[in-house]
């Protein structure tokens, strides 16, 4: 089935929460959603660049119900804190849509001592779906969408150098933790299903677009890509399309996973696309998992 936003009628009542909603794909997801009448919360690090979003979201969608909340995923304690805050105004979450990344950054350790990809992208967003799970389990088709990347498709888990502890490959630690994201994604879907739950579990990845994502990138080799990224790329209001199909589409399933179906995947409509074949290993996704629940502080008890 081909995923068209403006097929999708009104979804009023609906909160969806979006992480990284400030910049990049975040931001287009946002828009994306307030069309649908859906109120988003703004799951963002930074005040002032959160509401200079929330302006450009209104100037889009004047209608658009959004609300700023305080999330910085370098830090397990802020995960906890804004899940609480969340708690206690909202009795119901249709949508999580665990977008929030970084790719590539120097050596460096979050609060916790993750190793910042693995943190950021992987395991806050681990402890995150954790402590919202009682609300969305309680509210009629809600959805977990996580992000992956085309990066999944070399990365590997290396549990024994999950966190950088032995040597740091920037390259490594990003596919690992995108690898991570949909070995959650599937490993979730089938606890779920175990559990008799009806939350959807499904995931996503953007092709290639140019965000702030690239950030990171040496300035030689941005200035090799320039003249490919009109080839290779699309802007992030395309490159938003597979998120909002994986959050909205009708036919979703738990276990889904959308992506742009062009060349390579790199661009093109949003559909369904398979991932690569390591992110179904069962073993690793058990074992991922359980040592997220250790890292994190917690059982995840669905
Ligand atoms: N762009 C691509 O080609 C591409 C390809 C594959 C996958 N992806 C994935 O798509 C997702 C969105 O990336 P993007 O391209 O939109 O990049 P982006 O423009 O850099 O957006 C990333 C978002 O994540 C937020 N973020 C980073 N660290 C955070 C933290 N510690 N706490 C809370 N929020 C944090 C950023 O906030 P600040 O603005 O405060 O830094 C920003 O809002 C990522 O998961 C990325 O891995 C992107």
């Given at each position: 089935?081909?995923?068209?936003?403006?097929?999708?009628?009104?979804?009023?009542?609906?909160?969806?929460?979006?992480?990284?909603?400030?910049?990049?794909?975040?931001?287009?997801?946002?828009?994306?959603?307030?069309?649908?009448?859906?109120?988003?919360?703004?799951?963002?690090?930074?005040?002032?660049?959160?509401?200079?979003?929330?302006?450009?979201?209104?100037?889009?969608?004047?209608?658009?119900?959004?609300?700023?909340?305080?999330?910085?995923?370098?830090?397990?304690?802020?995960?906890?804190?804004?899940?609480?805050?969340?708690?206690?105004?909202?009795?119901?979450?249709?949508?999580?849509?665990?977008?929030?990344?970084?790719?590539?950054?120097?050596?460096?350790?979050?609060?916790?001592?993750?190793?910042?990809?693995?943190?950021?992208?992987?395991?806050?967003?681990?402890?995150?779906?954790?402590?919202?799970?009682?609300?969305?389990?309680?509210?009629?088709g809600?959805?977990?969408?996580?992000?992956?990347?085309?990066a999944?498709?070399?990365?590997?888990?290396?549990?024994?150098?999950?966190?950088?502890?032995?040597?740091?490959?920037?390259?490594g630690?990003?596919?690992?933790?995108?690898?991570?994201?949909?070995?959650?994604?599937?490993?979730?879907?089938?606890?779920?299903?175990?559990?008799g739950?009806?939350?959807?579990?499904?995931?996503?990845?953007?092709?290639?677009?140019?965000?702030?994502?690239?950030?990171?990138?040496?300035?030689?080799?941005?200035?090799?890509?320039?003249?490919?990224?009109?080839?290779?790329?699309?802007?992030?209001?395309?490159?938003?399309?597979?998120?909002?199909?994986?959050?909205?589409?009708?036919?979703?399933?738990?276990?889904?996973?959308?992506?742009?179906?062009?060349?390579?995947?790199?661009?093109?409509?949003?559909?369904?696309v398979?991932?690569?074949l390591?992110?179904y290993?069962?073993?690793?996704?058990?074992?991922?998992?359980?040592?997220?629940?250790?890292?994190?502080?917690?059982?995840?008890?669905?």
């Amino acid at each position: 089935m081909s995923f068209n936003l403006d097929n999708i009628p009104s979804q009023k009542g609906k909160i969806a929460i979006v992480t990284g909603a400030n910049s990049g794909l975040g931001k287009e997801i946002t828009i994306g959603l307030a069309k649908k009448d859906i109120k988003v919360i703004m799951a963002c690090r930074n005040q002032s660049k959160a509401e200079s979003a929330k302006a450009e979201v209104l100037s889009q969608v004047n209608s658009a119900d959004i609300e700023i909340m305080l999330l910085d995923l370098n830090s397990l304690n802020s995960v906890r804190n804004f899940a609480v805050a969340f708690g206690e105004k909202y009795d119901r979450l249709d949508l999580l849509i665990e977008n929030a990344g970084i790719m590539i950054p120097p050596l460096s350790k979050t609060e916790d001592g993750f190793e910042s990809q693995m943190g950021v992208n992987y395991f806050s967003h681990f402890l995150l779906a954790n402590l919202l799970y009682p609300l969305l389990n309680k509210t009629e088709g809600a959805r977990i969408a996580t992000t992956s990347s085309l990066a999944h498709e070399r990365g590997r888990i290396d549990f024994d150098n999950l966190n950088a502890e032995k040597s740091y490959s920037k390259m490594g630690a990003y596919g690992q933790s995108k690898l991570a994201c949909l070995l959650f994604a599937y490993e979730l879907k089938r606890r779920l299903e175990k559990a008799g739950s009806n939350v959807i579990a499904v995931s996503s990845h953007p092709g290639v677009s140019k965000t702030n994502l690239f950030t990171n990138i040496p300035k030689s080799a941005k200035l090799l890509m320039a003249p490919l990224l009109p080839i290779f790329t699309h802007p992030p209001k395309y490159a938003a399309l597979p998120t909002l199909y994986a959050a909205l589409g009708p036919d979703v399933k738990s276990g889904d996973y959308f992506g742009p179906n062009g060349f390579n995947g790199l661009k093109g409509k949003p559909g369904k696309v398979k991932s690569k074949l390591h992110s179904y290993d069962e073993a690793v996704a058990a074992k991922l998992w359980e040592i997220s629940e250790t890292l994190t502080g917690g059982k995840f008890i669905l």
